[in-house]
Every structure is written in structure tokens, then in C-alpha cells.
């Protein structure tokens, strides 16, 4: 005598097209793709703390956005800065005349960085706008970087 076992085919003639074994797979399923979903937008993402100035390969200084600490690396090079409540604005000189300059603000209160002017011929980097966690100011001819970085381990005196 042949046995009538439950396969899918007998499941759909007779319309039990979930039995209890795929409900419990189905839940899973379902269970991991919220958990999954859940990670993907709440976690915290890694983000920038901080933006470095370079020119010419040469660290000039990173700015902490979250306490408002600048550190100066290369000395060498001819830069000027001022301190408003919100922003630092450094004038980065390219001759010794400074008549070519690069006039930078570092915004810790809103965590930007931006060019507000440029004496270099195509200005590329002056309407590069203002760069937050991610992208990169470039300036070819002066060979300046303006970059995000994690700024966590500046500190008074560092």
C-alpha cells in the first residue's frame, strides 16, 4: 500500500501551502533580514573627526572638530591662523612675498572645511565647496590637501 507522505505538490492541492516546519524557517528568515536591516542604519558609522591641511606633502596641521585642538606638524612652511568661536581660518602662503596664497576655514562647530580663496590660475579648489566626513579639497598648483581624518588623539600641548 502506498503512503500519501506530504510534499509540496500535496501540500498546494490541498492548501496548505505553509506547513509548520516552513513557518518556523519563514519567521527566521524574516527575523534576520530586520536584525540585518536594524545594524545597517542604526549602527554608528565611522565618521570623520577631524580634517587635515597638507601642502606639498607636508603636514601643515589637523584640527579636532569635536574640541575645537589644532596641532601644527611642519613649521617650515608659511601659514598664519586665527581662532573665531565656530572656526579656525589659516592663510597658507605659497611665495615669501605672499602675494599667492590659499585662504582656508576649518569649521569645528558644523565639522567642515572649505577654500574661501585661492590665488591659483584655475581656482578649482576655491569652488570645490565645503567637504564634511568624506571627499577631499585639491589644489594642484599649490599642491594643497585638504582632507578628513580621525583627530581623536589631538591633545593641549601634544
Known amino acids: 500500500m502506498?503512503?500519501?507522505k506530504p510534499t509540496l505538490i500535496n501540500n498546494i492541492k490541498n492548501n496548505k501551502i505553509f506547513v509548520k516546519k516552513d513557518l518556523i524557517l519563514y519567521g527566521l528568515v524574516v527575523l534576520i533580514s530586520f536584525i540585518s536591516v536594524f545594524f545597517?542604519?542604526?549602527?554608528?558609522?565611522d565618521t570623520a573627526t577631524?580634517?587635515?591641511l597638507s601642502v606639498d606633502g607636508k603636514k601643515l596641521c589637523t584640527v579636532n572638530y569635536d574640541n575645537g585642538l589644532i596641532k601644527f606638524f611642519d613649521t617650515t612652511l608659511s601659514y598664519d591662523y586665527s581662532k573665531t568661536s565656530t572656526s579656525y581660518l589659516i592663510n597658507v602662503y605659497h611665495t615669501q612675498d605672499k602675494s599667492e596664497?590659499?585662504?582656508i576655514e576649518i569649521n569645528f562647530e558644523e565639522d567642515f572645511a572649505l577654500v574661501s580663496e585661492s590665488t591659483c590660475k584655475n581656482g578649482?579648489?576655491?569652488h570645490s565647496g565645503k567637504i564634511y566626513n568624506t571627499g577631499a579639497i585639491i589644489c594642484m598648483p599649490y599642491k594643497l590637501k585638504i582632507s578628513p581624518t580621525d583627530a581623536d588623539n589631538i591633545v593641549i600641548g601634544g
Not at 545597517?40 to 558609522?45: A, G, Q, R
Request: hydrophobic letters at 30%; aromatic letters at 16%.
Open 2 to 4: 502506498k503512503t500519501n
Open 40 to 45: 545597517i542604519f542604526f549602527s554608528k558609522i
Open 101 to 103: 596664497y590659499t585662504k
Open 50 to 52: 577631524g580634517v587635515d
Open 124 to 126: 578649482t579648489c576655491e
